[in-house]
């Protein structure tokens, strides 16, 4: 069984710029959520999207946004790149959450220049 | 707001030594409590789940035991190896939408 698959790993970008990462979770999961981590401030969510909605929202700026489509392949864009936004992004899918927790993918790691 | 603090922030100890993380948090509603291992760099390995209604699960050489009356979690790692170093983190689900509270982790070095 498949686990959850972060696309790209590596991402290097200039300040100004936007960035989209994906997640594909589980095959059968349908929530997903996204967290930044960074060494200042541990783990923090984004958000969680569960059958293409967004349920939960965590407390960043409106240039993180994200999406989920039909297959619950998920993505996250931010916008308007600042170096502050240098982190290691996590994505987790879980088919339900209370009862089986959350399976964690590899993470994307962003780098603000 | 729910809090949760992890004591130590960091540990180091020689092999074989059986040793216990605690974790607790501020609000004891909560859907279950959950343990990762994170190395360096890397994503995280879901180590143990723990119903609201449960006490423990174990798996292996670890054990996990919550108390939500006194708020508190804990980890414990029998016989520990040089591949048991990495950060442990304990996180509480309080809703059904997705949002896990981290504690900040420990760092565990076991030295060979």
């Known amino acids: 069984k498949a686990g959850v698959t972060q696309t790209p790993r590596y991402l290097i970008k200039t300040r100004g710029q936007q960035v989209t990462l994906s997640c594909s979770p589980i095959s059968g999961h349908r929530s997903v959520s996204w967290y930044q981590q960074t060494p200042g401030q541990g783990l923090q969510f984004l958000f969680e999207?569960?059958?293409?909605?967004?349920?939960n929202k965590g407390n960043f700026p409106g240039r993180f946004s994200g999406r989920q489509f039909s297959n619950s392949r998920s993505e996250m864009n931010v916008s308007t790149l600042e170096l502050g936004d240098s982190a290691l992004y996590l994505c987790?899918?879980?088919?339900?959450?209370?009862?089986?927790?959350?399976?964690f993918g590899s993470g994307t790691r962003l780098t603000v220049v | 707001k729910q809090e949760v603090t992890q004591i130590p922030a960091a540990l180091s100890v020689p092999e074989g030594e059986n040793l216990v993380l605690n974790c607790s948090f501020t609000?004891?509603?909560?859907?279950?409590l959950q343990w990762f291992r994170q190395d360096p760099g890397k994503g995280l390995t879901s180590l143990l789940l723990?119903?609201?209604?449960?006490r423990e699960q174990t798996s292996g050489r670890l054990n996990a035991s919550l108390d939500k009356s006194s708020g508190r979690s804990t980890l414990y790692i029998a016989a520990s190896q040089p591949g048991d170093s990495a950060t442990y983190l304990c996180a509480v689900l309080r809703s059904n939408t997705g949002k896990l509270i981290f504690g900040q982790g420990t760092t565990l070095q076991v030295k060979p």
């Open positions: 723990i119903q609201s209604s449960q």
């Open positions: 999207y569960f059958s293409e909605t967004q349920r």
């Open positions: 987790a899918s879980s088919s339900t959450p209370t009862n089986y927790g959350y399976t």
């Open positions: 609000d004891s509603a909560i859907y279950n």
